[in-house]
């Protein structure tokens, strides 16, 4: 925060923490979570994403190595700031969060294995029971983190409810604007996005990878990437056994799609805009919603179209 060019961290951030190394487990990014509680396999990511991760990853961590080392010898000649939050000795306080971090892991692992078979309808939608069940727990664990968290480690943090509250006005509109894009893209083949929907087969009915990955991506990079994923696996068969064996490159070209351009832009993932509004508030002078794509489509949308035809092609 005393560098006169930091907006590029953030950016990076966004585009490797925020999404590109949340590809190897279900826990590390929503849509593949999804895939979780649909049956694929824990670990199933790990061993059939890795090599993408490590390529898409490393090119864009090799690019941002270079433009931090061209803005780095730009600083030397700029006018020095002065240090906000000058450094000081490492210390890790609130240690009884800790637990209660692995609790909401352990909420949402529950949420996969149990499986009750009780669901209501609320307004004609399902809500499984072990869902609900999840989502009492994590809140119960944030309200007892809110009351045992001593004021002023969330200070010295710099939390407030403002990115939050940012973020849930936004993902509350474009969860209600995706619905009939989400039940055109169901429509299938008898939907008004049939020519779109048709692009991921072949004549001879055998899925296309590179065009699952890349429909995938683009309507991720908008309409969210967990109902994404979610719409395309159910396109791909819905058979978590299937697209986990014979049908394996699939289901990786749709997981690399969802989570890799989830970072495509602010609205793609959750965690992007929660974190372009932290930076924002800390400030970060941020580029804006087209400011931001005009970063990933230099840097990330070329080494998509590599790792698409290395690994889906």
């Known amino acids: 925060d005393n560098r006169p060019f930091n907006a590029h961290v953030v950016i990076f951030f966004i585009f490797l923490v925020s999404n590109i190394g949340g590809s190897l487990t279900p826990l590390g990014d929503p849509p593949l979570f999804v895939g979780f509680l649909r049956g694929v396999d824990f670990f199933w990511t790990t061993t059939n994403l890795w090599r993408e991760t490590l390529f898409v990853g490393g090119v864009v961590l090799g690019v941002f190595l270079v433009i931090d080392i061209i803005l780095h010898r730009r600083e ?32 949402i692992l529950l ?48 939390f407030n409810w403002g990115p939050i509250a940012e973020v849930a006005k936004l993902f509350a509109g474009i969860f209600i604007c995706i619905v009939p894009v989400i039940a055109i893209l169901r429509a299938g083949h008898e939907g ?34 967990a109902p994404t994923y979610l719409v395309f ?71 998509f179209l590599v790792a698409g035809f290395l690994f889906f092609g």
């Open 111 to 158: 949420s996969a294995a149990w499986k009750p078979g009780v669901s209501f309808s609320v307004f004609g939608v399902s809500l499984e029971l072990q869902n609900l069940v999840r989502d009492a727990m994590i809140l119960a664990l944030a309200l007892v983190s809110l009351v045992i968290s001593r004021k002023e480690y969330r200070e010295a943090n710099g």
């Open 76 to 107: 030397a000649g700029a006018p020095k700031i002065k240090d906000p939050t000058p450094d000081t000795k490492v210390r890790l306080r609130g240690l009884a969060n800790l637990p209660l971090l692995a609790g909401v892991i352990g909420a």
């Open 192 to 225: 008004a996005l049939a020519p779109l929907v048709s692009l991921v087969s072949s004549s001879s009915g055998q899925p296309n990878d590179l065009a699952y990955f890349w429909l995938t991506g683009a309507l991720s990079s908008f309409l969210d990437n």
């Open 233 to 303: 696996f159910e396109l791909a068969g819905g058979d978590p056994r299937h697209l986990m064996t014979e049908f394996a490159s699939t289901l990786a070209a749709i997981s690399a799609g969802a989570v890799f351009m989830g970072a495509n832009t602010y609205i793609g993932n959750a965690p992007n805009f929660m974190v372009y509004a932290i930076a924002r508030h800390r400030g970060v002078k941020m580029p804006g919603f087209f400011g931001y794509m005009a970063w990933s489509g230099l840097v990330l949308i070329p080494t």
